[in-house]
């Protein structure tokens, strides 16, 4: 069938988080790469990947798009399917013979209430998504595809067997081809990333047990199944050679490095190939092995530091110390290697005491640019369980993670620390941390480096102090 992987219209400026998993918009407008659609698109000849969001595609642009099309698979996610839904009726209302379905963390734990929720939705996919999306366009019966659950001639709702996980990761092509063919790369901006930037995985899954972590506990568990350091780095030449506008790569992973001796070796590969690189890291890497890595192109570390409270780490089950991502930040610090830190506030033990205290952490390991999130209870995880459990959601349990214009909201309160306090202590995160001389100086002195900079900096700033404002109105 003639296929569309489909990111549908949402809110102007969302993030989409890493691999379009999460839908809300950002302090600062970016965009991340929409991987988990390009890595099926490249199963699929001749199919297409549409990015609405990024293209600032309007409904009825991306409807005109989509009917010309057999087989359209939408990304959804918890805060976008009532949207996602939506489309989909305006789709089949527009082309009756159409087959609709979707992919993702929201309809993987929740198959059967996602088809109820809509009779335009012929299918959804659980688990890994990649083969099943390529049976399906292949024609294969429905009721012979693993993974599957769609809607019977009759009208039953039907759910196959779950698809065995993907052991030979190898097995999937490379995603960059896709994005090079479908995709606008500049469309693409993260503030911490080097413009234009692409971003990939090398693997799947995440050792860590962290309660609130949406992908590993829906779709790519705890194992970490990964890539040969060969297959990673012929797509890296892959892309150097054939995009040359790209000025660095991310590595996806959600830890890329967990395994020590592949992560030194990719690093020496990365150095042969002379290109500039960043990853999702864990705050415990050694010394040695952050020299090895900074020795071959590595600019910056995307890391989840969350919380300054070590009871609040060990609740959500964190696997770290704040005294061990001291020393790992020190160590950057050391080498030159540039931190982009997440925090969360409102997770277990939240009090008005622990975010001061991770306020104060922060400003004292004090990465280059940061994030705060707010504890979001995603369904399918650990959290999402303990909160409807304690009663910290809103009595009709009803999951509100963004505003109607897709900013994230707090969805979890307590009794002595309410979802208002929580959602403007985030404000005050941001002020505390950027308006210290010390961090205002330091993004002067990045300004003067380059008059690129200095723009960017500037459309950054003007962003930031919006975002600023509407989170306090």
Request: net charge neutral; charged share 25%.
């Amino acid at each position: 069938m003639k296929t569309l992987f489909l990111q549908a219209p949402s809110y102007d400026g969302f993030d989409g988080g890493a691999g379009s998993r999460y839908q809300a918009k950002r302090e600062i407008r970016s965009f991340w790469y929409p991987t988990w659609l390009a890595q099926p698109a490249a199963l699929v000849p001749d199919s297409r990947v549409l990015d609405a969001p990024a293209d600032g595609l309007s409904v009825d642009e991306t409807l005109e798009v989509a009917a010309g099309y057999d087989l359209v698979i939408i990304h959804t996610s918890t805060p976008s399917f009532p949207t996602d839904a939506l489309f989909a009726q305006d789709l089949k209302a527009r082309k009756p013979g159409v087959m609709i379905g979707m992919v993702g963390a929201k309809v993987a734990v929740d198959p059967h209430n996602s088809l109820i929720a809509s009779e335009a939705i012929d299918f959804v996919c659980r688990e890994e998504f990649d083969f099943t999306c390529k049976e399906v366009a292949e024609g294969k019966p429905l009721a012979n595809i693993l993974g599957l659950s769609y809607r019977a001639p009759d009208g039953s709702i039907e759910h196959n067997e779950a698809r065995p996980i993907l052991e030979n990761m190898d097995e999937l092509p490379f995603v960059a081809p896709v994005y090079q063919r479908d995709l606008k790369i500049d469309n693409y901006f993260i503030g911490y990333l080097k413009h234009p930037y692409v971003s990939i995985y090398t693997g799947r899954g995440c050792r860590s047990r962290c309660t609130f972590c949406l992908w590993p506990q829906t779709v790519g568990g705890h194992r970490y199944r990964v890539r040969s350091v060969e297959n990673v780095l012929e797509e890296v030449k892959w892309i150097r050679d054939n995009m040359p506008e790209v000025k660095e790569i991310m590595f996806d992973d959600d830890t890329f490095t967990d395994f020590k001796p592949r992560v030194e070796e990719i690093a020496r590969g990365l150095g042969k190939l002379g290109v500039t690189w960043s990853c999702n890291a864990k705050a415990n890497v050694p010394y040695s092995t952050l020299k090895i890595m900074k020795e071959n192109g590595l600019r910056l570390l995307l890391v989840g530091y969350e919380s300054g409270d070590d009871q609040i780490l060990l609740n959500i089950k964190k696997g770290l110390r704040t005294d061990i991502a001291r020393r790992f930040s020190d160590d950057c610090r050391k080498l030159g290697i540039k931190i982009h830190g997440t925090f969360i506030l409102g997770l277990p033990g939240e009090t008005k005491g622990t975010i001061e205290k991770t306020i104060a952490y922060a400003k004292e390991i004090n990465p280059h640019t940061i994030q705060v999130s707010l504890a979001a209870p995603y369904p399918g995880t650990t959290l999402y369980r303990q909160a409807v459990e304690n009663g910290w959601l809103e009595e009709n349990k009803v999951i509100n993670l963004v505003s109607k214009e897709g900013v994230q909201l707090a969805a979890i309160g307590y009794p002595h620390l309410s979802r208002d306090e929580i959602y403007h202590d985030l404000e005050r995160f941001y002020k505390q941390f950027y308006f210290r001389p010390s961090k205002i100086w330091e993004i002067l002195r990045e300004m003067l480096v380059s008059w690129e900079m200095m723009k960017r900096r500037l459309r950054e700033g003007v962003e930031f102090f919006r975002f600023l404002r509407a989170h306090e109105a």
